[in-house]
């Protein structure tokens, strides 16, 4: 019998839980961010991904939370960016699939092969990995309800993954266990209640969410459709947020946008992202707790039990 994934915290046992949010290529801010937490020596019991952020948060489960694992992360970034994983002419199929014109792209073996070529094998259990923990998030649009891959130590990693990842017009919803799995940013773009589902009692939030990509001023169809997405991703995170804060569970929100507008298809920007977020941790974070006394060293204390002042 394997031993289960994690086990839910007591008053005695608090857990620190590192929510990681959806939002494409600039994910790589989120990798800047987890090398700044790593150096502050700030380590999470448990990870939560949706899409691009469950992909960060796989690689960390299964290769551990170590400088190397980082290393060999920042490379797969570099790695996707040369397979072109999300290429901007699926936009123009999917146009075409949407007034009958061809069919949908399926770009979910393209994911898989590059998921198996990073060791994410078929066989490969939640309840193997090294840790720390993780969950997935993906959407059941046939029960319209989040799916937490990772709750059950017998659930596939890959499949976890790839149904966290399955975000139109690149990739077909997945029919999968008599549902049809779709990208969990559908409905938990920055999954903060799918941790406290979890048990999570402190949470770091890396948060891709950028309110650019839908301007007021343009028009036509490809701009008003993201501007229901992002209104929509928008009301999901604040009232995650509430919920947090109608629990008393702290939430510290780092907020990751990039200098300029980065679609979400676009790798290009890989290596300027991770310096992005790597500072825009290290800014906000020097916010979160007096300078007099560094937060990472209050966070422990507050983690080990001591009181803070």
Known sequence: MKTPAFTLPSAKHPLLTFVLGGGGARGALQVGALRYLMEQGIKPQLLVGTSIGAVNATFLAVRGYTPDALDALEQAW??????????????????????????????????????????????????????????????????????????????????????????????????????????????????????????????????????RHATIEAEGVGPFFLKIKASSELRQRDLELAVAAGRGIPVRHLQLVPHRVVPMWDFSETEALMERGYELAREQMAGWEPAAQPWSQRLKRWLGGEKTT
């Open 78 to 211: 570099f790695d996707a960016a040369a397979a072109n994983l999300l290429p901007p002419q699926y936009v123009r199929v999917a146009v075409r699939f949407l007034f009958k014109r061809g069919p949908m792209p399926a770009g979910e073996h393209v994911l898989r092969d590059f998921f198996v070529e990073h060791g994410l094998t078929p066989d490969l259990r939640y309840g193997d990995l090294p840790g720390p923990p993780m969950v997935a998030v993906a959407a059941d649009l046939h029960t319209l309800q989040i799916v937490l891959y990772g709750q059950d130590p017998e659930d596939s990693v890959l499949e976890g993954l790839l149904a966290s990842t399955a975000v139109p017009p690149w990739v077909s919803p997945l029919d999968l266990h008599g549902g049809h799995m779709l990208d969990g940013g559908l409905l938990s773009n920055l999954p903060v209640e799918p941790a406290l589902r979890m048990g999570a009692t402190d949470i770091i939030a890396m948060d891709l969410f950028d309110a």
